[in-house]
Protein backbone atom coordinates (compact mmCIF):
# COMPACT_ATOMS: atom_id res chain seq x y z
CA UNK A 1 0.00 0.00 0.00
CA UNK A 2 2.84 2.09 0.65
CA UNK A 3 3.76 2.30 -2.67
CA UNK A 4 0.98 5.21 -3.27
CA UNK A 5 2.62 7.77 -1.72
CA UNK A 6 5.03 9.98 -2.98
CA UNK A 7 8.45 10.75 -1.51
CA UNK A 8 7.82 14.02 -1.41
CA UNK A 9 5.05 13.66 1.16
CA UNK A 10 6.88 11.73 3.88
CA UNK A 11 6.23 13.88 6.91
CA UNK A 12 3.96 16.55 5.30
CA UNK A 13 1.77 18.41 8.17
CA UNK A 14 -2.31 18.45 7.73
CA UNK A 15 -3.61 21.12 6.98
CA UNK A 16 -7.49 20.84 7.54
CA UNK A 17 -10.42 22.94 7.44
CA UNK A 18 -11.18 23.20 11.70
CA UNK A 19 -14.16 24.19 13.74
CA UNK A 20 -14.08 27.80 14.41
CA UNK A 21 -14.99 27.69 17.92
CA UNK A 22 -11.90 25.12 18.56
CA UNK A 23 -8.76 27.37 19.84
CA UNK A 24 -6.03 24.78 20.55
CA UNK A 25 -3.42 23.52 17.78
CA UNK A 26 -2.59 20.55 16.70
CA UNK A 27 0.79 19.78 14.18
CA UNK A 28 0.16 16.03 12.90
CA UNK A 29 3.15 14.59 11.03
CA UNK A 30 2.88 11.41 8.82
CA UNK A 31 5.32 9.17 7.61
CA UNK A 32 4.98 5.92 5.50
CA UNK A 33 1.93 4.13 3.83
CA UNK A 34 -1.26 5.75 2.53
CA UNK A 35 -2.61 4.44 5.11
CA UNK A 36 -0.77 5.99 7.70
CA UNK A 37 -2.06 9.03 5.86
CA UNK A 38 -5.69 7.96 6.22
CA UNK A 39 -5.38 7.22 9.51
CA UNK A 40 -4.58 10.83 10.42
CA UNK A 41 -7.25 12.10 9.12
CA UNK A 42 -9.33 9.93 11.54
CA UNK A 43 -6.85 11.30 14.52
CA UNK A 44 -7.50 14.52 13.51
CA UNK A 45 -11.43 14.36 12.74
CA UNK A 46 -11.27 12.89 15.99
CA UNK A 47 -9.52 15.40 17.91
CA UNK A 48 -11.43 18.62 16.12
CA UNK A 49 -14.03 17.15 18.94
CA UNK A 50 -11.69 18.17 21.84
CA UNK A 51 -11.57 21.99 20.43
CA UNK A 52 -8.20 21.35 18.15
CA UNK A 53 -7.78 22.29 15.05
CA UNK A 54 -4.73 21.93 12.48
CA UNK A 55 -1.70 23.78 12.04
CA UNK A 56 1.00 23.49 9.34
CA UNK A 57 3.30 25.63 11.75
CA UNK A 58 4.68 23.04 14.71
CA UNK A 59 6.21 26.27 16.54
CA UNK A 60 2.36 27.53 17.04
CA UNK A 61 0.98 23.57 18.33
CA UNK A 62 -0.39 22.83 21.85
CA UNK A 63 0.11 19.45 20.74
CA UNK A 64 2.26 17.44 18.17
CA UNK A 65 1.59 13.97 16.91
CA UNK A 66 3.70 12.16 14.71
CA UNK A 67 1.78 9.13 12.97
CA UNK A 68 5.15 6.52 12.25
CA UNK A 69 5.93 3.88 9.96
CA UNK A 70 8.05 0.52 11.03
CA UNK A 71 8.15 -1.43 7.41
CA UNK A 72 12.24 -0.38 7.33
CA UNK A 73 14.68 0.75 9.59
CA UNK A 74 15.36 4.03 7.60
CA UNK A 75 11.77 5.10 7.95
CA UNK A 76 12.26 4.40 12.00
CA UNK A 77 15.28 6.82 11.99
CA UNK A 78 13.51 9.27 10.41
CA UNK A 79 10.56 9.63 12.90
CA UNK A 80 13.63 9.15 15.89
CA UNK A 81 15.42 12.30 13.74
CA UNK A 82 11.69 14.42 14.28
CA UNK A 83 10.83 13.16 17.48
CA UNK A 84 14.21 14.04 19.09
CA UNK A 85 13.26 18.19 17.08
CA UNK A 86 10.12 18.16 18.85
CA UNK A 87 11.63 17.27 22.18
CA UNK A 88 13.84 20.25 22.24
CA UNK A 89 11.05 22.19 21.19
CA UNK A 90 9.15 20.56 24.36
CA UNK A 91 11.91 21.90 26.41
CA UNK A 92 11.72 25.25 25.48
CA UNK A 93 8.06 25.26 25.64
CA UNK A 94 6.68 23.11 28.75
CA UNK A 95 2.95 23.45 27.55
CA UNK A 96 3.71 21.41 24.11
CA UNK A 97 2.83 17.91 24.21
CA UNK A 98 4.14 15.19 22.33
CA UNK A 99 2.63 11.94 21.14
CA UNK A 100 3.68 9.08 18.95
CA UNK A 101 1.21 7.09 16.79
CA UNK A 102 0.78 4.96 14.61
CA UNK A 103 3.01 1.22 13.63
CA UNK A 104 6.00 2.39 16.02
CA UNK A 105 3.83 2.71 19.16
CA UNK A 106 4.05 -1.32 20.17
CA UNK A 107 7.79 -1.66 20.39
CA UNK A 108 8.63 1.15 21.09
CA UNK A 109 6.74 2.26 23.76
CA UNK A 110 8.88 1.37 26.43
CA UNK A 111 11.68 3.31 25.17
CA UNK A 112 10.33 6.65 23.89
CA UNK A 113 7.94 7.54 27.05
CA UNK A 114 9.99 5.37 29.87
CA UNK A 115 13.86 5.31 28.89
CA UNK A 116 14.82 8.26 26.93
CA UNK A 117 11.37 10.05 27.98
CA UNK A 118 11.30 12.36 24.49
CA UNK A 119 7.60 12.20 24.22
CA UNK A 120 4.19 12.23 26.67
CA UNK A 121 1.35 9.53 24.63
CA UNK A 122 2.15 6.87 22.82
CA UNK A 123 -0.88 5.53 20.96
CA UNK A 124 -1.48 2.39 18.27
CA UNK A 125 -3.15 2.45 14.90
CA UNK A 126 -6.45 0.82 16.96
CA UNK A 127 -6.65 3.16 19.76
CA UNK A 128 -7.36 6.12 18.26
CA UNK A 129 -10.98 6.79 19.80
CA UNK A 130 -9.27 6.54 23.18
CA UNK A 131 -7.55 10.17 22.51
CA UNK A 132 -10.01 12.46 24.17
CA UNK A 133 -9.06 10.49 27.41
CA UNK A 134 -5.35 10.21 26.72
CA UNK A 135 -4.68 13.98 25.56
CA UNK A 136 -6.42 14.80 29.21
CA UNK A 137 -4.34 12.28 31.18
CA UNK A 138 -1.20 14.03 28.71
CA UNK A 139 -2.80 17.75 30.33
CA UNK A 140 -3.00 17.06 33.73
CA UNK A 141 0.83 16.17 33.93
CA UNK A 142 0.72 12.26 33.15
CA UNK A 143 2.12 9.91 30.60
CA UNK A 144 -0.20 8.20 28.19
CA UNK A 145 -0.03 5.20 26.24
CA UNK A 146 -2.72 2.72 24.47
CA UNK A 147 -1.46 0.27 22.08
CA UNK A 148 -3.93 -2.17 22.68
CA UNK A 149 -5.03 -3.97 19.33
CA UNK A 150 -8.39 -4.66 18.69
CA UNK A 151 -10.49 -7.34 16.71
CA UNK A 152 -13.48 -5.23 15.56
CA UNK A 153 -12.17 -1.15 15.13
CA UNK A 154 -12.71 -0.05 11.75
CA UNK A 155 -13.65 3.54 12.29
CA UNK A 156 -16.46 2.99 10.12
CA UNK A 157 -18.27 5.65 12.23
CA UNK A 158 -15.33 7.74 11.90
CA UNK A 159 -15.56 10.43 8.81
CA UNK A 160 -12.25 11.37 8.32
CA UNK A 161 -10.93 14.80 7.85
CA UNK A 162 -9.52 15.09 4.44
CA UNK A 163 -6.36 16.24 4.46
CA UNK A 164 -5.92 19.70 2.75
CA UNK A 165 -6.31 17.58 -0.70
CA UNK A 166 -6.78 18.49 -4.45
CA UNK A 167 -10.59 17.83 -3.48
CA UNK A 168 -10.47 15.31 -6.87
CA UNK A 169 -9.08 12.14 -5.69
CA UNK A 170 -9.34 10.85 -2.06
CA UNK A 171 -8.34 7.22 -0.34
CA UNK A 172 -11.50 5.02 1.44
CA UNK A 173 -10.24 2.29 3.99
CA UNK A 174 -11.87 -0.88 3.56
CA UNK A 175 -9.94 -3.49 5.83
CA UNK A 176 -7.55 -3.21 8.95
CA UNK A 177 -4.61 -5.24 9.90
CA UNK A 178 -3.29 -7.94 7.66
CA UNK A 179 -3.27 -11.69 8.29
CA UNK A 180 -0.33 -13.00 5.33
CA UNK A 181 2.46 -13.23 7.63
CA UNK A 182 5.49 -12.45 5.08
CA UNK A 183 7.54 -13.38 7.16
CA UNK A 184 10.09 -9.80 6.12
CA UNK A 185 6.80 -7.43 7.34
CA UNK A 186 6.07 -6.00 10.40
CA UNK A 187 2.86 -4.87 9.65
CA UNK A 188 1.19 -8.23 11.36
CA UNK A 189 2.53 -7.13 14.45
CA UNK A 190 1.87 -3.20 14.39
CA UNK A 191 -1.77 -3.26 13.10
CA UNK A 192 -2.84 -6.44 14.26
CA UNK A 193 -5.12 -9.05 12.63
CA UNK A 194 -7.32 -8.35 9.80
CA UNK A 195 -10.93 -7.11 9.69
CA UNK A 196 -13.18 -5.64 7.27
CA UNK A 197 -15.23 -2.29 7.23
CA UNK A 198 -19.35 -2.52 7.15
CA UNK A 199 -20.03 -1.85 3.28
CA UNK A 200 -22.22 0.40 4.49
CA UNK A 201 -20.29 2.79 5.73
CA UNK A 202 -18.36 2.76 3.25
CA UNK A 203 -20.51 3.29 0.53
CA UNK A 204 -21.77 6.16 2.17
CA UNK A 205 -18.13 7.96 2.90
CA UNK A 206 -18.00 7.33 -1.08
CA UNK A 207 -21.42 8.99 -1.70
CA UNK A 208 -20.45 11.72 0.78
CA UNK A 209 -17.23 11.91 -1.76
CA UNK A 210 -19.25 12.14 -4.71
CA UNK A 211 -21.23 14.84 -3.28
CA UNK A 212 -17.89 16.93 -2.00
CA UNK A 213 -16.99 16.97 -5.63
CA UNK A 214 -14.35 13.97 -5.24
CA UNK A 215 -14.08 12.20 -8.80
CA UNK A 216 -11.75 9.34 -7.79
CA UNK A 217 -11.44 7.34 -4.87
CA UNK A 218 -8.85 4.25 -4.30
CA UNK A 219 -10.36 1.57 -1.54
CA UNK A 220 -7.38 1.07 0.98
CA UNK A 221 -6.38 -1.82 2.76
CA UNK A 222 -2.73 -4.18 3.25
CA UNK A 223 -4.73 -7.00 1.15
CA UNK A 224 -8.00 -5.56 -0.16
CA UNK A 225 -8.86 -8.84 -2.00
CA UNK A 226 -9.33 -10.55 1.41
CA UNK A 227 -12.21 -8.17 2.33
CA UNK A 228 -14.67 -10.29 3.79
CA UNK A 229 -17.73 -8.74 5.57
CA UNK A 230 -20.04 -10.97 7.43
CA UNK A 231 -21.55 -8.25 10.40
CA UNK A 232 -17.98 -7.51 11.69
CA UNK A 233 -15.49 -9.19 13.58
CA UNK A 234 -12.16 -10.47 12.47
CA UNK A 235 -11.07 -12.72 9.06
CA UNK A 236 -9.84 -15.96 10.47
CA UNK A 237 -12.99 -16.38 12.60
CA UNK A 238 -15.49 -16.42 9.49
CA UNK A 239 -15.54 -20.55 9.52
CA UNK A 240 -17.29 -19.69 12.74
CA UNK A 241 -20.33 -17.54 11.99
CA UNK A 242 -23.24 -18.54 11.55
CA UNK A 243 -24.84 -19.79 8.34
CA UNK A 244 -26.90 -16.83 8.05
CA UNK A 245 -23.72 -14.60 8.31
CA UNK A 246 -22.07 -16.74 6.04
CA UNK A 247 -24.70 -16.69 3.14
CA UNK A 248 -25.14 -12.91 3.33
CA UNK A 249 -21.45 -12.19 3.52
CA UNK A 250 -19.73 -9.61 1.16
CA UNK A 251 -16.11 -10.10 -0.38
CA UNK A 252 -14.06 -8.02 -2.33
CA UNK A 253 -15.75 -8.37 -5.56
CA UNK A 254 -19.47 -7.73 -4.03
CA UNK A 255 -17.86 -4.83 -2.41
CA UNK A 256 -16.30 -3.66 -5.74
CA UNK A 257 -19.60 -4.33 -7.95
CA UNK A 258 -21.07 -2.29 -5.25
CA UNK A 259 -19.60 0.59 -4.94
CA UNK A 260 -19.06 0.71 -8.81
CA UNK A 261 -22.85 0.62 -9.18
CA UNK A 262 -23.78 2.88 -6.38
CA UNK A 263 -21.02 5.67 -8.27
CA UNK A 264 -20.94 4.99 -11.92
CA UNK A 265 -19.48 8.54 -12.08
CA UNK A 266 -16.66 8.05 -9.68
CA UNK A 267 -13.52 6.21 -10.80
CA UNK A 268 -12.87 3.67 -8.46
CA UNK A 269 -9.24 1.94 -7.83
CA UNK A 270 -8.21 -0.26 -4.77
CA UNK A 271 -4.95 -1.12 -3.60
CA UNK A 272 -2.76 -3.42 -1.97
CA UNK A 273 -3.67 -6.72 -3.93
CA UNK A 274 -1.89 -9.65 -2.68
CA UNK A 275 -1.22 -12.93 -5.58
CA UNK A 276 -2.56 -14.81 -3.44
CA UNK A 277 -6.04 -13.68 -2.12
CA UNK A 278 -6.95 -12.32 -5.94
CA UNK A 279 -9.09 -14.27 -7.50
CA UNK A 280 -10.42 -13.87 -11.14
CA UNK A 281 -13.93 -12.35 -10.28
CA UNK A 282 -12.27 -9.12 -8.72
CA UNK A 283 -10.92 -8.89 -12.33
CA UNK A 284 -14.31 -10.28 -14.41
CA UNK A 285 -15.79 -6.79 -11.96
CA UNK A 286 -13.24 -4.48 -13.11
CA UNK A 287 -13.91 -5.67 -16.53
CA UNK A 288 -17.55 -5.43 -16.48
CA UNK A 289 -17.49 -1.70 -14.79
CA UNK A 290 -15.81 1.35 -16.92
CA UNK A 291 -15.44 3.26 -13.83
CA UNK A 292 -13.41 0.80 -11.89
CA UNK A 293 -9.64 1.86 -13.40
CA UNK A 294 -7.95 -0.92 -15.48
CA UNK A 295 -4.80 -0.87 -12.97
CA UNK A 296 -3.74 -3.40 -10.45
CA UNK A 297 -0.78 -2.99 -8.11
CA UNK A 298 0.75 -6.35 -7.29
CA UNK A 299 3.52 -7.31 -5.12
CA UNK A 300 5.24 -10.21 -6.32
CA UNK A 301 8.59 -9.47 -3.86
CA UNK A 302 10.82 -11.96 -5.55
CA UNK A 303 10.59 -13.89 -9.24
CA UNK A 304 12.38 -16.93 -7.45
CA UNK A 305 10.17 -19.67 -5.61
CA UNK A 306 13.04 -20.36 -3.28
CA UNK A 307 12.74 -16.79 -1.77
CA UNK A 308 8.88 -16.42 -2.56
CA UNK A 309 8.55 -19.97 -0.09
CA UNK A 310 10.97 -18.21 2.30
CA UNK A 311 8.89 -14.70 2.38
CA UNK A 312 5.83 -17.19 2.97
CA UNK A 313 4.23 -15.54 -0.28
CA UNK A 314 1.77 -18.04 -1.05
CA UNK A 315 2.27 -18.86 -4.60
CA UNK A 316 5.20 -19.76 -6.85
CA UNK A 317 6.32 -18.05 -10.02
CA UNK A 318 4.18 -20.05 -12.51
CA UNK A 319 1.27 -18.88 -10.54
CA UNK A 320 1.91 -15.44 -10.26
CA UNK A 321 2.52 -16.00 -14.20
CA UNK A 322 -1.36 -17.52 -14.78
CA UNK A 323 -2.41 -14.91 -12.82
CA UNK A 324 -1.04 -12.13 -15.09
CA UNK A 325 -2.69 -13.97 -18.26
CA UNK A 326 -5.83 -14.36 -16.40
CA UNK A 327 -5.56 -10.07 -15.96
CA UNK A 328 -4.26 -9.59 -19.14
CA UNK A 329 -7.25 -11.65 -20.58
CA UNK A 330 -9.62 -9.90 -19.57
CA UNK A 331 -8.39 -6.76 -19.54
CA UNK A 332 -5.63 -6.91 -22.44
CA UNK A 333 -4.66 -2.60 -21.55
CA UNK A 334 -4.46 -3.30 -17.89
CA UNK A 335 -1.51 -0.88 -15.90
CA UNK A 336 0.06 -3.65 -13.98
CA UNK A 337 2.82 -2.53 -11.25
CA UNK A 338 5.03 -4.32 -8.29
CA UNK A 339 7.06 -4.22 -5.06
CA UNK A 340 10.29 -6.10 -5.31
CA UNK A 341 12.87 -6.89 -2.32
CA UNK A 342 16.43 -7.12 -2.88
CA UNK A 343 18.50 -9.41 -0.64
CA UNK A 344 16.20 -11.38 1.16
CA UNK A 345 18.22 -13.70 3.02
CA UNK A 346 19.41 -16.96 1.30
CA UNK A 347 19.05 -14.79 -2.14
CA UNK A 348 21.52 -16.00 -4.79
CA UNK A 349 22.80 -14.32 -7.86
CA UNK A 350 20.32 -17.26 -9.80
CA UNK A 351 17.37 -16.00 -7.28
CA UNK A 352 18.36 -12.44 -7.98
CA UNK A 353 18.14 -13.22 -12.06
CA UNK A 354 14.84 -14.98 -11.70
CA UNK A 355 13.65 -11.96 -10.35
CA UNK A 356 15.10 -9.78 -13.52
CA UNK A 357 13.82 -12.74 -15.96
CA UNK A 358 10.38 -12.80 -14.15
CA UNK A 359 10.05 -8.53 -14.75
CA UNK A 360 10.86 -9.40 -18.22
CA UNK A 361 8.68 -11.20 -18.72
CA UNK A 362 5.67 -8.89 -16.90
CA UNK A 363 7.30 -5.94 -18.23
CA UNK A 364 5.52 -3.79 -15.23
CA UNK A 365 4.14 -0.06 -15.94
CA UNK A 366 5.62 1.16 -12.86
CA UNK A 367 7.17 -0.33 -9.20
CA UNK A 368 7.91 0.20 -5.82
CA UNK A 369 11.56 -1.33 -4.97
CA UNK A 370 13.47 -1.66 -1.85
CA UNK A 371 16.82 -3.21 -0.39
CA UNK A 372 15.68 -5.83 2.52
CA UNK A 373 15.55 -4.44 5.79
CA UNK A 374 15.77 -7.10 8.54
CA UNK A 375 12.33 -5.87 11.10
CA UNK A 376 12.38 -6.97 15.02
CA UNK A 377 9.64 -9.50 16.07
CA UNK A 378 9.44 -10.63 12.27
CA UNK A 379 9.87 -14.50 10.89
CA UNK A 380 12.87 -13.62 9.20
CA UNK A 381 14.78 -12.01 11.90
CA UNK A 382 14.08 -14.65 14.28
CA UNK A 383 14.77 -17.50 11.87
CA UNK A 384 16.81 -16.36 9.36
CA UNK A 385 20.25 -14.61 8.94
CA UNK A 386 20.44 -11.77 7.42
CA UNK A 387 23.36 -12.86 5.04
CA UNK A 388 23.14 -11.03 1.69
CA UNK A 389 25.84 -7.73 2.33
CA UNK A 390 24.68 -4.39 1.86
CA UNK A 391 26.60 -3.78 -1.11
CA UNK A 392 25.16 -7.10 -2.75
CA UNK A 393 21.64 -5.83 -2.31
CA UNK A 394 22.26 -2.49 -3.39
CA UNK A 395 23.70 -3.38 -6.58
CA UNK A 396 20.73 -5.70 -7.19
CA UNK A 397 18.22 -3.00 -6.47
CA UNK A 398 19.85 -0.52 -8.95
CA UNK A 399 19.74 -3.76 -10.99
CA UNK A 400 16.25 -4.13 -10.55
CA UNK A 401 15.35 0.04 -10.87
CA UNK A 402 17.20 0.06 -14.02
CA UNK A 403 15.23 -2.60 -15.59
CA UNK A 404 11.58 -0.77 -14.37
CA UNK A 405 13.18 2.88 -15.81
CA UNK A 406 13.72 0.64 -18.97
CA UNK A 407 9.81 -1.35 -18.97
CA UNK A 408 8.42 1.74 -17.94
CA UNK A 409 9.83 3.62 -20.89
CA UNK A 410 8.42 1.24 -23.06
CA UNK A 411 4.72 0.98 -21.54
CA UNK A 412 4.70 4.97 -21.66
CA UNK A 413 6.20 5.21 -25.57
CA UNK A 414 3.17 2.64 -26.26
CA UNK A 415 0.83 5.50 -25.35
CA UNK A 416 2.55 7.54 -28.08
CA UNK A 417 -0.22 8.63 -30.81
CA UNK A 418 -2.87 7.16 -28.77
CA UNK A 419 -5.63 9.41 -26.86
CA UNK A 420 -6.14 8.38 -23.13
CA UNK A 421 -9.23 9.69 -20.84
CA UNK A 422 -7.53 11.49 -17.71
CA UNK A 423 -8.63 12.76 -14.50
CA UNK A 424 -7.49 16.32 -14.06
CA UNK A 425 -5.90 16.47 -10.21
CA UNK A 426 -3.80 19.69 -10.39
CA UNK A 427 -0.90 22.15 -11.63
CA UNK A 428 1.56 20.11 -13.39
CA UNK A 429 4.82 20.06 -10.50
CA UNK A 430 6.75 21.63 -13.07
CA UNK A 431 4.13 24.24 -14.79
CA UNK A 432 0.94 26.19 -13.78
CA UNK A 433 -0.03 26.69 -17.20
CA UNK A 434 0.31 22.45 -17.36
CA UNK A 435 -2.52 20.18 -15.61
CA UNK A 436 -1.52 16.94 -13.70
CA UNK A 437 -3.73 13.87 -13.78
CA UNK A 438 -3.70 10.19 -14.18
CA UNK A 439 -5.20 7.31 -16.92
CA UNK A 440 -7.28 4.95 -16.12
CA UNK A 441 -3.47 2.62 -15.87
CA UNK A 442 -2.38 5.30 -13.16
CA UNK A 443 0.38 6.49 -15.45
CA UNK A 444 0.81 10.22 -14.95
CA UNK A 445 -0.24 12.82 -17.94
CA UNK A 446 1.13 16.46 -18.17
CA UNK A 447 -0.83 18.62 -20.69
CA UNK A 448 -1.74 22.45 -20.89
CA UNK A 449 -4.40 23.83 -18.94
CA UNK A 450 -6.24 25.34 -22.32
CA UNK A 451 -9.86 25.97 -21.01
CA UNK A 452 -10.09 22.63 -19.05
CA UNK A 453 -10.60 22.81 -15.12
CA UNK A 454 -9.87 20.25 -12.07
CA UNK A 455 -11.86 17.71 -11.48
CA UNK A 456 -12.78 17.10 -14.94
CA UNK A 457 -12.06 14.04 -17.70
CA UNK A 458 -10.78 15.20 -20.83
CA UNK A 459 -9.11 13.21 -23.37
CA UNK A 460 -5.56 13.65 -24.20
CA UNK A 461 -3.65 12.61 -27.53
CA UNK A 462 -0.30 11.66 -25.97
CA UNK A 463 2.79 13.09 -27.96
CA UNK A 464 6.20 12.71 -25.83
CA UNK A 465 6.97 10.50 -22.85
CA UNK A 466 9.61 9.66 -20.08
CA UNK A 467 9.17 6.97 -18.30
CA UNK A 468 7.36 8.27 -16.07
CA UNK A 469 4.67 10.76 -17.63
CA UNK A 470 3.18 11.11 -20.65
CA UNK A 471 2.76 14.20 -22.46
CA UNK A 472 0.21 15.51 -24.96
CA UNK A 473 -2.62 17.51 -25.80
CA UNK A 474 -6.29 17.41 -24.59
CA UNK A 475 -8.72 16.86 -27.45
CA UNK A 476 -11.97 16.91 -25.82
CA UNK A 477 -14.24 16.32 -23.10
CA UNK A 478 -14.77 12.56 -21.94
CA UNK A 479 -18.53 10.99 -21.98
CA UNK A 480 -17.75 10.81 -18.85
CA UNK A 481 -18.09 14.07 -17.19
CA UNK A 482 -21.74 14.59 -14.99
N1 LIG B 1 0.46 -5.70 2.08
C1 LIG B 1 1.20 -5.50 0.89
C2 LIG B 1 1.76 -6.82 0.37
O1 LIG B 1 1.84 -7.77 1.13
O2 LIG B 1 2.13 -6.93 -0.78
C3 LIG B 1 2.23 -4.38 1.09
C4 LIG B 1 2.87 -4.25 2.46
S1 LIG B 1 4.13 -3.08 2.77
C5 LIG B 1 3.30 -1.84 3.63
C6 LIG B 1 4.68 -2.33 1.33
C7 LIG B 1 5.94 -2.89 0.77
O3 LIG B 1 7.07 -2.65 1.59
C8 LIG B 1 5.93 -4.39 0.60
O4 LIG B 1 5.17 -4.80 -0.49
C9 LIG B 1 7.39 -4.72 0.48
O5 LIG B 1 7.84 -4.66 -0.84
C10 LIG B 1 8.06 -3.62 1.29
N2 LIG B 1 8.58 -4.17 2.56
C11 LIG B 1 7.87 -4.67 3.59
N3 LIG B 1 8.70 -5.12 4.56
C12 LIG B 1 9.96 -4.90 4.12
C13 LIG B 1 11.24 -5.16 4.67
N4 LIG B 1 11.40 -5.76 5.85
N5 LIG B 1 12.34 -4.79 3.96
C14 LIG B 1 12.20 -4.18 2.74
N6 LIG B 1 11.01 -3.91 2.19
C15 LIG B 1 9.89 -4.27 2.86
Known amino acids: MEKL?????????????????????????????QMNFSDSEIVASILTGEGFNTTQHMEEADLILVNTCSIREKAELTVRKRLEKFNAARKVNPGLKVGVLGCMAERLKHKLLEEEKIVDMVVGPDAYKDLPNLVREVESGQQAVNVILSKEETYGDVAPVRLGSNGVTAFVSITRGCDNMCTFCVVPFTRGRERSRDPQSILSEVSDL?????????????????????????????????????????????????????????RIRFSTSNPQDMTLDV????????????????????????????????HTREEYFELIKGIRQRIPNCGISHDMISGFPGETEADHQQTLSLMEYVKYDFGFMFAYSERPGTLAARKLEDDVPEAVKKRRLTEIIGLQQKHSLYRNQNYIGQTTEVLIEGDSKKSEAHWMGRNSQNTVVVFPKEHYKKGEFVHVKIEQCTSATLLGHAVAYSENNR
Open 283 to 314: IDTMALHPNICNYIHLPVQSGSDTILKAMNRL
Open 210 to 266: WEQGYREVTLLGQNVDSYLWYGGGLKKEFANASPMQQATSVNFAGLLDRVARAQPGM
Open 5 to 33: LKEELQGTALNLKGAEKNTRKLYIESYGC
